[in-house]
């Protein structure tokens, strides 16, 4: 699996318009505990169906994104934080120690 980096504010519309599941990885580079989740969730995403869209964000260079991101799918902001993406709605938001795969992989399997 790969992410596909989000650059660019339209994508968040795409996102919204896409059928299906998509995630949204959003990660500090700056931040520790924020990399060590990115790296315990990698470890485990093979349990996440193939056909899930996967998103990374880089919050740090790109804060207008994140802001569209939150208002988008009316989240609040966390770093680091998954956001779980159905058919243009935000089923799932955690963040910090609560980003787990299998429990992603649990909500795209029932």
Not at 69 to 89: M, N, R, Y
Request: glycine share 4%; proline share 2%.
């Amino acid at each position: 699996m790969e992410w596909k980096n989000i650059s660019d504010l339209n994508q968040i519309g795409e996102i919204k318009e896409t059928a299906g599941y998509s995630l949204i990885f959003k990660h500090s580079t700056r931040c520790s505990v924020s990399m060590m989740a990115k790296r315990r969730f990698e470890q485990d995403w093979e349990v996440i169906p193939a056909e899930t869209n996967l998103y990374f964000l880089d919050l740090i260079s790109h804060r207008a994104i994140s802001a569209e991101i939150a208002e988008t799918f009316q989240v609040t902001h966390e770093s680091p934080q998954i956001l779980l993406i159905k058919d243009g709605s935000c089923i799932l938001d955690a963040s910090h120690s609560d980003i787990s795969a299998d429990e992603v992989a649990g909500y795209i399997n029932n």
